[in-house]
């Protein structure tokens, strides 16, 4: 029999993951009350809401600005099998300005393309506020979850004012490292560190994401560089 509290715990985890590591995803608006669905790129905030670079001339921007109201499709990556089979989340909730350049760098450094136009006049970055959550692990697992239970809510501004130098610290790391990190094979992508936040860390190789995720989460910089030496040890074990 399987144990509910172990598999609230496994989708949970899943869709946290999903929300980190997500880079596109499906959003539907309300288009003259219809439902128009967008393909758009995706980034997360430092409690794992999602964030958007969006243009004043998109036709789901101008949606936004007559209803804020959005269902977001989030997927996980693709591969070998029926793709019904691999976790997907979908949120509900509405989308409001995010403000402050940390936002930003936040989306370039996990689209770095974006950087060609994210400061172009019609440009704006967008926030989803959470407010209902739909979590499919695959076949038997459509699992109940909250906001409450993905996003994490705290004040991160001094991880923030770190983020810079840590990620050049743990570049100097070296490839194969940052592979181990990435839990990748040695020398087959580049994989770079792109952000992070009091869950964990977020790295990158081309199109390619993945994720340290910590056991629990560490707001003070002391207590999230010693939880990342601990991934970092596992990592090596």
């Known amino acids: 029999m399987t144990d509910p509290q172990a598999a609230f715990e496994a989708a949970r985890r899943d869709a946290k993951r999903l929300l980190r590591l997500a880079r596109t995803g499906a959003l ?5 009350g219809r439902p128009l669905t967008t393909l758009v790129g995706i980034a997360s905030d430092w409690d794992g809401a999602p964030l958007f670079v969006m243009s004043q001339l998109s036709r789901h921007t101008r949606n936004l600005d007559a209803d804020a109201r959005v269902s977001l499709l989030l997927t996980s990556e ?7 089979n691999n976790p997907r989340v979908t949120l509900n909730g509405v989308v409001s300005r995010r403000e402050g350049r940390d936002g930003r760098q936040r989306y370039v450094q996990r689209n770095p393309k974006a950087k060609l136009y994210i ?3 019609d440009m704006s970055l967008r926030r989803l506020e959470v407010e209902r959550v739909h979590f499919n692990g695959g076949f038997g697992r459509a699992d ?10 705290g004040d991160a501004s001094a991880l923030e004012a770190k ?6 610290r743990i570049a100097a790391l070296g490839d194969a490292t940052l592979a181990r990190l990435a839990g990748a094979e040695s020398g087959r992508r580049v994989w770079r560190p792109v952000g992070l936040d009091a869950e964990g860390l977020d790295l990158a190789a081309g199109g390619e994401a ?14 999230w560089w010693a939880a990342f030496e601990r991934a970092a040890k596992g990592a090596d074990a």
């Open 28 to 32: 539907a608006t309300l288009d003259e």
């Open 144 to 153: 109940a979850l909250t906001p409450a239970d993905l996003l994490v809510p």
């Open 119 to 121: 400061d172009f006049a």
């Open 210 to 223: 993945a994720r340290v995720d910590f056991e629990s989460p560490a707001f003070a910089p002391d207590a």
């Open 78 to 84: 693709g591969g070998r099998g029926d793709p019904l």
């Open 163 to 168: 983020e810079a130098e840590w990620l050049d």
